[in-house]
């Protein structure tokens, strides 16, 4: 999984930076880079998905990220077919449609 891998996140969760909750922030991070995706309507830009993801960091984990990494989460993502992108989320419940399953976050 792409943001279970992303060392900056990872950081930012076992410190704590957003919180006692910091984890379930990173699983509506994830359901909400899912959303984006299924929510499209043109093809996906990395510039659009770089912005929510240094908006996200920002105001759930008071997280400035600078080292190049987020640029590099939003090409994979980018360029991973809808089937990755699924498997990247299966753990956090969530389907490729958007939807969470099982209740799960």
Same mark, same amino acid.
């Given at each position: 999984?792409?943001? %279970?891998?992303?060392?900056?996140?990872?950081?930012?969760?076992?410190? &704590?930076?957003?919180? @006692?909750? =910091? +984890?379930?922030? !990173?699983?509506?991070?994830?359901?909400?880079?899912?959303?984006?995706? %299924?929510?499209?309507?043109?093809?996906?830009?990395?510039?659009?998905? &770089?912005?929510?993801? @240094?908006? =996200? +960091?920002?105001? !759930?984990?008071?997280?400035?990220?600078?080292?190049?990494?987020?640029?590099?989460?939003?090409?994979?993502?980018?360029?991973?077919?809808?089937?990755?992108?699924?498997?990247?989320?299966?753990?956090?419940?969530?389907?490729?449609?958007?939807?969470?399953?099982?209740?799960?976050?």
């Amino acid at each position: 999984m792409l943001l %279970s891998r992303w060392n900056g996140l990872q950081m930012a969760i076992q410190n &704590e930076w957003g919180g @006692h909750d =910091s +984890l379930s922030k !990173s699983k509506q991070l994830g359901y909400d880079i899912v959303t984006w995706f %299924s929510q499209s309507k043109e093809p996906p830009c990395v510039e659009d998905l &770089e912005n929510l993801l @240094h908006e =996200s +960091l920002l105001l !759930s984990f008071n997280t400035d990220i600078e080292d190049g990494s987020i640029e590099e989460v939003c090409v994979l993502f980018i360029f991973s077919s809808p089937t990755q992108i699924q498997q990247n989320f299966f753990n956090l419940g969530i389907s490729i449609d958007g939807n969470r399953e099982s209740g799960e976050m």
